[in-house]
């Protein structure tokens, strides 16, 4: 697991870190040490923490005038053990929609697990979006599954067409503008 970095491609567009409406702002990560790790696995080092023991993010990229983000994650999704959404939500979500994001994309490749619990915080974010959306991609088949067992397709947008979007070949904001364009045909007129 310490191999798989995060999404850098972007870097020169947007960096959480240097941020000051990121809940990141001021984040330092190391290019040669590894603290973090996930059951025992060390993760690479340019992954944030939320609080968590098994869930880690980046925030790739943030348009505060588009009101968009892209989140990327590793790890396991635990709800039951970790209550990893109410981190995720409190800790990165609420200060982002608090600075007037209200479309999030959620890049799921490399969570390798989900477990659930209650879906509490998710109406709550999904509440928070009002007019906006969350969707997530490239999240793994039995993830997706677990999730909809717990109604969590009713808050977030996946699976179709949006499984198909082969993002990092995207500028943020071209990414952004399919993913609306998407979830727009799904939602109708």
């Known amino acids: 697991m310490h191999t798989i970095e995060p999404f850098y491609n972007w870097l020169e567009k947007y960096a959480a870190n240097e941020d000051p409406r990121s809940p990141l702002f001021g984040a330092e990560n190391s290019l040669t040490h590894y603290t973090n790790t996930i059951y025992g696995y060390y993760i690479h080092p340019q992954w944030d923490g939320i609080d968590s023991e098994t869930l880690f993010l980046k925030i790739l990229y943030t348009d505060y005038d588009q009101a968009f983000t892209v989140i990327e994650f590793i790890g396991e999704w635990n709800d039951a053990l970790n209550n990893d959404i109410m981190q995720l939500k409190r800790n990165i979500i609420d200060p982002l929609t608090g600075e007037g994001i209200k479309y999030f994309i959620l890049i799921g490749e490399n969570v390798f697990n989900f477990h659930g619990s209650e879906d509490d915080y ?68």
């Open 122 to 189: 998710y109406e709550e974010w999904f509440e928070d979006v009002e007019d906006g959306w969350i969707a997530a991609l490239g999240f793994q088949d039995f993830v997706l599954s677990e999730m909809k067992n717990y109604n969590l397709d009713y808050y977030i947008n996946y699976g179709g067409n949006l499984e198909d979007i082969h993002w990092r070949t995207f500028t943020p904001k071209r990414l952004f503008a399919l993913v609306n364009s998407m979830i727009q045909k799904r939602l109708g007129p």
